[in-house]
């Protein structure tokens, strides 16, 4: 099943779960066992590759959250948190190989997979269903799965991205005056080449066909290092805006790109995953101006993210080897999902016991994530995520995003909340879904029925 050159270099980390399935503590705080058990989370990750400052910085802030609910409060409800990583290089064959080694490591087994890429998701739609883990895709994933019914294991937490390319285009019209404003328009949308580039190409199809501007897609091949044919489209095209789907190496190359052809920087807006700092300080001067869309800051003000640098990197447990990249984009989407899995365990134990559990029931906890003002607030990350509302027939939960501009040394929010349009995307949505749950023979749920 497995490769040879694979298999050599997964060895590694293969031995690393053999070791926490027997109860070794992997890259944790060493204090005893808690008699409660532990709980596992596996990680699909990449620090290597042309995507490497987005998977460091969000796994890193996925553990150095970890990290502080192990060291702080001893776990969650006397359940500490463990994991482990395989290396994927943002590859799918890996990813799924990582995922089917993993899923077997832990007592009682994992209790989500959080794999932050789209392909690798999309791979293991069927497979983590099956084997009733929670796939958690924060901010991307296939949209269709933000309907619970047919998707029961999918959580494309805080923004699908529909509602994404939704609010991409109700900012371009509230910046030109109101919708009316976009008739006769032209946007280009210059994305990434691959299934998470292309999972807006047909809402923007329909977007522009109801507002009656004229959107021209264009990809990138990955990784993304050459674009000038590209942007001398663009340059030939002469659009109004260019809505940036990049990722990883691709973004600061197409910021560099546009001003080498004279394309202003202020007219660029980049999508959820070209909104980091990693995105923009490669490119210098040709990034100042540049605006992205967020639906999490930046900063190391947050009580969290300040509880981190002093109970983490104080006692020199920090994920990160370079200190000036806490509180970036990446790593405090990091530490966001390190909160939305937390939680959803933490609600999960007050259904099901303060104890380790399965997949299946820290789903349960996915299915009522319900994160209010308060609740945000108790856990020191008030500004740094807004609030969110899981339900059976929901699993995005929010779907609101901010825009920042940068202005060379730190990003400066320019709106506030703008949500997407959420009317004319569910019908799509259920409608998407329910072809899926045909063609692949699923009954749905019944959510008013489910508690």
Known sequence: ??????????????????????????????????????????????????YAAGGTGFFGGFIDYMNLINMRD?????????????????????????????????????????????????ALLDRSTSDKIPLITINHGRTDTTDGAVFPYIFPLLLNPWSEASAMVNYVAQR??????????????????????????PIFALLSQKYGFEVTEIEVPHPGNQ??????????????????????????????????????????????????????????????????????????EFPVVQEIIKTVYGANKGNLDDKSRIGSGYHTLGIINGILNVEALRIAQQH?????????????????LDLDDKRIAELGATGLLPPIHVTCADHEGAGAVKFQQWDGQRWV?????????????????????????????????NCAKTS
């Open 176 to 201: 030109d005056g109101g919708l009316d404003k976009l008739r006769g328009r032209k946007i280009v949308v210059l994305y990434h080449g691959s299934p998470y580039g292309r999972e807006t190409i």
């Open 413 to 445: 929010t320019k709106t506030g909340w703008i949500q997407a349009d959420r009317k004319l995307l569910r019908p799509l949505i259920e409608a998407s879904a329910n072809k899926y749950a045909a063609e692949h023979h699923i009954t749905p749920r």
């Open 352 to 368: 099901f016991g303060d104890k380790a559990l399965s997949g299946e029931q820290v789903q349960w906890g996915f299915d009522h």
């Open 74 to 122: 001893g776990g969650v409800n006397g359940v500490k948190l463990t994991w482990n990583e395989c290396e994927t290089e943002y590859e799918v064959e890996r990813g799924v190989e990582c995922y089917e080694r993993m899923k077997t490591q832990g007592n009682p087994g994992p209790a989500a997979m959080n794999p932050l890429s789209v392909g690798i998701a999309y």
């Open 227 to 300: 674009q000038q044919s590209q942007w001398l489209q663009i340059q030939r095209i002469a659009p109004e805006f260019v809505i940036l789907r990049g990722w990883g190496v691709m973004n600061p190359v197409a910021l560099k790109t546009a001003q080498q052809v004279g394309f202003p920087a202020d007219h660029i807006i980049g999508n959820i995953w070209s909104n980091s700092e990693e995105d923009v300080r490669p490119a210098g001067a040709a990034a100042v101006g540049y605006i992205a869309l967020t639906d999490h800051p930046s900063g190391t």
């Open 1 to 50: 099943m497995f490769s040879s050159s694979y298999k050599g270099r997964l060895m590694p980390v293969l031995l690393a779960s053999a070791a926490l399935a027997l109860g070794g503590a992997i890259a944790l705080p060493s204090f005893a066992a808690p008699d409660r058990g532990q709980e596992y989370f596996p990680l699909q990750s990449y620090r290597v590759g042309p």
